[in-house]
């Protein structure tokens, strides 16, 4: 298993851009899938982004698509969302996350999760 620590959270103006980061331990990051989720308050945690272990397919949920871009970084261990042209709606805790492959990540089949990191998109 590895574990996950996410950074880079913080509170942006509407159509503004954040980056997220998730640092992963463990020697074997690269066979690793990895997905990016969120929950906003009162709903329930929603899929947002996974990326295969190569990092050359990726997945988005039509609420980001076109504006987040999943990337890795295997020699360092390290997983990114880049969201750009934000929206209030994109307000949540954004939760980094190991699986197996970008489609049991599609499935909630996730091997570990990261703490989170809080997202605030001021309107």
């Known amino acids: 298993q590895v574990q996950l620590v996410e950074s880079g959270g913080g509170l942006v103006q509407a159509g503004g851009s954040l980056r997220l980061s998730c640092a992963a331990s463990g020697r074997t990051f690269s066979n690793y899938a990895m997905g990016w989720f969120r929950q906003a308050p009162g709903k329930e945690r929603e899929f947002v982004a996974a990326?295969?272990?190569?990092?050359?397919?990726?997945w988005y949920a039509d609420s980001v698509k076109g504006r987040f871009t999943s990337s890795r970084d295997n020699a360092r261990n390290m997983v990114y969302l880049q969201m750009n042209s934000l929206n209030a709606e994109d307000t949540a805790v954004y939760y980094c996350?190991?699986?197996?492959?970008?489609?049991?990540?599609?499935?909630?089949?996730?091997?570990?999760w990261g703490p989170g990191t809080q997202v605030t998109v001021s309107s």
């Open positions: 990326i295969s272990g190569t990092g050359r397919n990726t």
């Open positions: 996350a190991a699986g197996r492959s970008i489609a049991t990540i599609l499935i909630n089949g996730i091997d570990s």
